[in-house]
């Protein structure tokens, strides 16, 4: 038994630990104003406190702490991307998350059981070539496996059924894992609070006063505070929260959807997903397996859930895993994502001199929260931007250096 | 044997015994019982052991929404017990236990409870190396969650769909529900009822009411043909537009509404105490089904705990069954059970008021209910049953956009909903009597048919006879816990106090991070509780805490259910037949099936090298049906393909055919194919296979904004196509009959003929995706086969081969001929693919234009290019290798094969635009990671200067 | 499944339908600047409100406009392109 349980069963009251301290009142001025309590705020917030000695930092959330797309994803953690410069961030993202739970004395529960994903055509099989070049060249384990490869690897799956939907290969990413999202915040906050950052939930940004080319201060529900630097990480609301500040950035909003089965002992131990199923499927610590897919077809601000996406989900899940018949499902559920046009994250500067962005993360943001809230602390830290950052700029859409990653986050996120 | 006679026993048919096994021992009930009333008749009240501490657990609520009575079906994990009908031999077993459910080693996790405070996996489990958690840690708490275990060799089990459309939609047929359904269909709409029940009444099929109201209403309902009643059906979410799933068995209807009315009823709430988890300790609820439903008897002495009248009268029922009643407790102290006070008096049942249950002991391993504790005495019983409070049903609801709130003076959990198509009737609505439930039944049937414009007299509004203030349990943590909130996680208040104090005071927070209501009753018998222990801890009104997102479904249902029954797509073209009697080896394309090769798997790679020989130095045919194949027509068909495409297509002259490239409005390459201009006002444009469907698509998406005259046909299936490819090509085609003239002069590369080939109409068309001689036939689909059967017939003499997809990419990549999709990505230029000649520069304007110039100017980095590997090299990289350029990647092979025609591996490969010169060197990286120098040579490995195309 | 009613077909289910976004505002390719350009390529109508948007009826490949609210997913009315000149 772990050390730390037997001290808890041997002392006589609870040990609280006070992750995260009472909202407090707000101060006038900080040196720096993070808009968004969700992880990539939270984990900003850590880096700037802990390795950068910025303590006047207030972190302003509009409802409870992490509750946007931090506490509605499905986990995926990976770096099989498919542009050099998507795989080089995200590995390291990775790397954060191998030592994540020793950083934050919190068990983040990273589960580095690797991902498997499908492929059902010649071409799906191509681009995993082109992911598995570009990985093995970054250094990271990602390799393309035949069918009897996918069969070693999850033998469970279906692999009868011929035709168009037949499993021809798959990409193998040994990298890949999941962690508990939740948990990854509140370490995060509670790091963060321990140093002296301010956490302010039900605390709403809504709107900005700007002089020339800075901000000067951002205005709230509850009152205005002064910031030096400013930082947007709004998730879902990232267009609208940088409208407020006159910037408009190339994103739109779709819900994307989600659903969980009750649990199950482990039957499957691999990350597993479909392209052309737009499906895939991991089983939690818990048990429960959940359940995710593709965006919803068109652009909306809410996070109601369809019984289309369900079904499909469904259609998807039973297809590969035959015997999930009679498993049952216990809740489904929606977040509102930041859909940029080439599947890529914006971060670092905007056209305000102390206004940075860390926006645009989509479908697939969880997995990049230590290594963007690492990276834009340090951006903020030195007022430039690091080279690791640099060709995620919001410029490069205005000299068509998309970072295209569609292809590699279509089927899972 | 704890059976009672009839009149008990509603559902069960006692001439008819079923026999099961639970646990391996065998069990006898009868037809029409669940798992957990016959196990209940015979004595067998442990059903599960509890998900954290295996803490024995039976029937709770006999509603099936929680954890305590699931259990494991041979293919099937989580059944609810007390749902699930017994049938004959049917194998039931208990989940989550190691060892057996009498004997679960894992029933000492309930004396350690003290080291697994709320949330330690948070604080523990880390160390001591870093990938302790996933090797060590993870594992162990893998095993002991989970519930159920899945049949991977389960069955394949039918599942359907089908579809419902009605004027109103009533979900739950209790009073209220009857009500509101009888009083629409008689006004005459459409009406459904459902109810998940197996029968109608809800409350007055189990509850203590006059079974005359049931057997009315009943008769009423019988004699309305456009009454729809679905029993055994849930209503298991509420989507927008009133869409809803209506699960009965393996179907699923999919059902649209056009009014609903929801009389979900309310869901009785457990009380929270010491022990409260003990089997013996029910609902009121549990044990009047268990009498009414099933003729069982829940106990043979019995507490009642009673803060309403519910609880009075499963009192009286309790008598009614033999049960002795040893003392009913009314927390409440004034006379509000009224003449149910007197009657039970009467019986000689002792009532205690002002006095509640404190604690419970069990028997030894807490194997069932000893004896309780009220007013700090303890009285031995074997059932004590809870009636202290309900909450409404609100998970429909509140996913119709209600909302939940809180009245201070009633203490009562309430809900609003929007004004609108969704109505709410009964209990769920706040009613407390059986006529108040009725008469807001019709009320909601009213407010439906006045919004689909039925004349229906408003009835006055009458106030409901008694909304009488809810009786609240104060809750105070007990000291020595196991004073559980949420069963299904084995959840005390201490648990939902501690994480408070850790800062986890939202309620989101609060359920996160204890995970209460996130088990399978989904805060069902949880959700107030932890409202009301989370507002007192952080000093707020209930009404501020709120309860948790109520998200679809609403009670479990199956992955087979929502997937339904499912076919995958597929197509075949015209032709399928005769590859398949040729042998032909057919692989999915897409959605297609087309001819790979043609010949034995074994002989793959000599077929293929015979079929491309046969192409370059005789004839092949080829299958080409797959094309996307679109007609434009209009007076500005031409100014049309000018806006879509980047070459001049308004001055095609009729009978030429023209290269047609689609970019989007980006610049990139998106689609390539042929434009044949049939007349002045008509072409016949071809689109790639997996790009068709998105071209015709854009097409009228862009023509809805120019407005041009014409219109665009889809002609994919329509038209069948055959690629009739080699030197003796023209040959063949001579010796077949028709009107066209095949002629060097007569019919020129880049032009087209319309005509009859063999009796077939044809549009042919000379282009040569092979770098041969070429003529593409393409014609009616129902008349492809006699086309196809006749060219083989003309072209055996000369050898005519069928040819496959693998021969026809060889052969157009030793022409350099790009594949969309393939030797393009998106961003993509034509700059980059060298097609300069390919873009107007006259134009004004085509999609993609303004894009391409800027680009062009911003400079290019990379080049599409050739790559020839010297005879006999021995190492070929992939598909996907990369290009490297000082060591980082610059680009990557896109297309790779061995050239037949030239004896070598030739590939296309974006380089670095400073290395797209021919001659230059480029270092291409391995799948194993070597590292080769290829040099670059022109796109056309073959045939360079394309004489043989147009011979 | 939410109901579209199409100008041309009426009310159908949405999984009938394509989205083809907002419409977009028509910029002089020749008179524009290229920064502006690409940032018209690629930004997004997103506001939070009511947008006009493309539709495409897929079986009939009909494309029609719908007012839509972006946060209530409400749909104001639908109406066939040619009121689109109209409008602008
Ligand atoms: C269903 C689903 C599945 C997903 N699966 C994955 C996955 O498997 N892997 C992966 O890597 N990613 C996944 N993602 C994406 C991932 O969840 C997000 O990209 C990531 O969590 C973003 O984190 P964030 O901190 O930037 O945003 P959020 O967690 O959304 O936090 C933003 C916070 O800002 C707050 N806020 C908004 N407006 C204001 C305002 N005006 N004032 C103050 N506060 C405000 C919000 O309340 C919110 O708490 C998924 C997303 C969804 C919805």
Known sequence: ?????????????????????????????YDVVIIGGGGHGLSCAHHLAKYHGIKSVAVLEKG???????????????????????????????????????????NVMFSQRGQLTLAHTEATMRSFHMRAEIGKHMGTRTEVVDQKGVEELCPLLNMDYGGPLEILGGLWHADGGTARHDAVAWGYAAQASRRGVEIHQRTEVQGFEVVGDRVQAVKTNRGRVACGQVLIATGGMNYDVALMAGVELPIRCYPLQAMVTQPLKPWLDTLVSSVSLHTYLVQSSRGEVVIGGGSDPYQLYSTRSTLDMKEHLAEGAVHLFPFLQGVRLLRQWAGITDMTPDYSPIMGASPLANLWLDCGWGTWGFKATPVAGKRMAQTIADGRVPDILKPFALERFETFQLLNEMGATAASH | MNRLPAPFGSRIDRSRPVHFTFEGKPFEGYEGDSIASALAGSGQWVLSRSFKYHRPRGILSMTGADANALVQLPSEPNAAAERTPIVEGLRVSAQNVNGSLERDRDAIMDRFGRFL?????????????????????????????????????????????????????????????????????????????????????????????????????????????????????????????????????????????????????????????????????MLGGAAQRLIRHYGVR??????????????????????????????????????????????????????????????????????????VRIGGSWIACDLLTVSIGNAPAWQLPCQAGGKVGYEAGTQMMTITLPKGSVH???????????????????????????????????????????????????????????????????????????????????????????????????????????????????????????????????????????????????????????????????????????????????????????????????????????????????????????????????????????????LNEMGSVVDDGVA????????????????????????????????????????????????????????????????????HDAFPYLSGRDGTVAGV?????????????????????????????????????????????????????????????????????????????????????????????????????????????????????????????????????TSVGYSPSLGRHIALAYVHVDDRAEGSRVTVKCRNGELVEVPVVAHAFFDPSNARQEI | MKLLTCPMNGPRNIDEFQSFGPVRAKLDPDGTADTDWSRHLFRAENRKGIVVEWWRHVPSNYFFLAERDLVSNEIIRTFDASELRDLA
């Open chain 1, 1 to 29: 038994m772990p050390l730390r349980l037997l001290k808890y069963g041997l002392s006589r009251d609870y040990p609280v630990s006070g992750d995260i301290p009472a909202t407090p009142e707000l101060k006038p001025a």
């Open chain 1, 64 to 106: 409870y702490l992490a509750g946007g797309n931090t506490a509605r994803n499905t986990t995926t953690i990976r770096s099989n991307y498919i542009t050099p410069e998507g795989v080089a961030f995200y590995k390291e993202g990775v790397e954060l998350f191998e030592r994540l739970s020793q950083e934050l004395d919190f």
């Open chain 2, 117 to 281: 405070p709320v949330g330690f996996y948070y604080r523990t489990f880390m160390g001591p190396r870093r990938d302790s958690w996933l090797k060590f840690w993870e594992p162990i708490i893998r095993r002991k969650a989970g519930l159920g275990v899945i049949d991977t060799k389960a069955p394949h089990r039918h599942f359907d769909k089908t579809h419902l459309h009605c004027d109103v939609l009533v979900v739950g047929a209790g009073p209220a529900g009857l009500g509101a359904a009888i009083a629409a269909a008689e006004a005459g709409a459409g009406v459904v009822l459902c109810d998940e029940n197996p029968e109608i009444g809800g409350a007055l099929s189990y509850g203590r009411y006059d079974p005359g109201i049931l057997s009315g209403l009943a008769s009423r309902l019988e004699a309305l043909p456009n009454l729809n009643v679905l029993t055994g059906t849930v209503c298991n979410g509420w989507y927008e537009d009133n869409w809803l799933p209506l699960i009965q068995g393996n179907r699923l209807y999919r059902t649209r509404a056009r009014e609903v009315i929801l009389a979900t009823g309310a869901i009785e709430q457990p009380a929270v105490f010491h022990n409260n988890d003990l089997p013996g300790i």
């Open chain 2, 298 to 371: 829940p106990g043979q002495g019995a507490v009642v705990l009673a803060a309403n009248d519910d609880g009075y009268r499963t009192a009286l029922d309790l008598l009614d069954a033999g049960v002795s009643v040893i003392e009913l407790a009314d927390p409440r102290s004034g006379d509000e059970a009224g003449p149910l006070h007197a009657e039970l008096r009467g019986k000689g049942v002792a009532i205690r008021k002002g006095a509640t249950v404190e604690a419970a002991e069990g028997t030894p391993g807490n194997r069932h209910l000893a004896s």
């Open chain 2, 424 to 662: 709410l009737a009964g209990a769920v609505a706040g009613t407390d009597e059986l006529e108040d439930a009725i008469a807001s039944g019709q009320r909601a049937a009213t407010a439906a048919l006045s919004r689909l414009g039925h004349a229906v007299a408003v009835e006055p509004l009458v106030t409901p006879k008694s909304v009488r203030p809810r009786y609240v349990q104060p809750i105070v943590a007990d000291p020595k816990g196991r004073d559980f909130v949420d069963f299904d996680e084995d959840l005390q208040v201490k648990d939902l106090q501690n994480a408070t104090k850790d800062g986890y005071r939202e309620i989101e927070l609060v359920k996160r991070f204890t995970t209460v209501g996130m088990g399978p009753s989904q805060g069902r018998h949880s959700a107030l509780a932890t409202a009301r222990i989370v507002a007192e801890a952080t000093g707020r009104s209930v009404g501020e805490i709120g309860i948790t997102t109520a998200r679809p479904p609403v009670g479990p249902e199956t992955l087979g259910v929502l997937a339904g029954h499912h076919e995958v797509l597929e197509r075949r073209t015209a032709l399928h037949t005769r590859h398949i009697a040729l042998k032909a080896e057919m692989k999915p394309v897409g959605s297609w099936w087309r001819p790979y090769f043609y010949g034995d798997a074994s002989g793959a790679e000599e077929a293929v090298r015979e079929e491309i020989l046969a192409v370059r130095e005789g004839v092949g045919l080829l299958d080409v049906s797959t094309l996307g194949k679109l007609e434009i027509r209009g007076p500005d068909a031409g100014e049309f393909l000018d806006r879509l495409y980047t070459m001049a297509h308004a001055n095609q002259p009729v009978g030429r055919v023209r290269y047609c490239l689609m």
């Open chain 2, 676 to 743: 044949y201009r049939l007349a002045q006002d008509q072409f016949y444009v071809t689109a790639t296979t997996g790009a068709v469907a998105r071209v015709y698509a854009d097409m009228l998406f862009w023509n809805a904004e120019w407005r041009l005259k014409v219109d665009v046909l889809n002609l994919t299936g329509a038209f069948s196509g055959l690629n009739v490819t080699g030197p003796k090509a023209r040959q063949v085609l001579e010796t077949l009959d028709s009107d066209i003239d095949f002629s």
């Open chain 2, 761 to 893: 109409p044809v549009r042919v068309m000379r282009i040569g995706f092979t770098g041969e001689l070429s003529y593409e036939l393409h014609c009616p689909s129902s008349l492809a086969l006699s086309l196809w059967d006749a060219v083989m017939a003309a072209g055996r003499p000369h050898g005519l081969r069928p040819y496959g997809l693998e021969a026809s990419r060889i052969l157009r990549l030793e022409k350099g001929h790009i594949l969309i999709g393939q030797d393009t990505d998106a961003i993509t230029t034509p700059d980059e693919l060298g097609f300069g000649w390919a873009v107007s520069k006259k134009k004004p304007f085509f999609v993609g234009k303004r894009s391409i110039e800027m680009r062009a100017r911003l400079g290019q980095t990379r080049k599409l290019v050739g790559l020839q590997f010297p005879a006999g090299a021995r190492n070929i990289p992939g598909e996907s290798c990369l290009v490297l350029r000082g060591g980082a990647p610059v680009g990557q092979i």
